[in-house]
């Protein structure tokens, strides 16, 4: 880590959206900036821009079928390990049949 010296003031740089800069930033605060981007922060930071992409391509491949449907009644019965894993891996799910199609038609 980059040892910073005690300082009584800070300044910061203010960057405005037309690209005016009232002051650049102090220089401690760049190496300091510097010291922490090291190439396993930036691989680290690739993996997690990657992971997306995996489930982009599943979700592009199951469509609709990628959020999990259960009726109250299974709910009530108890929920296969499988129905389970699958609606903490999506994490939500599609209930049918909790209200009366009647009711359900008033709302």
Do not use: Y
């Amino acid at each position: 880590m980059v040892p910073m010296e005690p300082t009584t003031q800070i300044e910061i740089g203010v960057i405005h959206l037309d690209g005016a800069t009232t002051s650049a930033p102090p220089s401690h605060l760049s190496d300091l900036k510097k010291a922490l981007w090291k190439d396993e922060l930036l691989h680290s930071w690739k993996e997690v821009l990657a992971e997306p992409e995996v489930a982009i391509e599943e979700i592009s491949k199951k469509g609709g079928d990628t959020i999990p449907r259960v009726s109250f009644a299974e709910i009530k019965g108890g929920l296969s390990e499988s129905q389970i894993k699958a609606i903490q891996n999506v994490g939500v799910v599609v209930v049918t049949g909790g209200v009366p199609e009647e009711a359900g038609c008033l709302i």
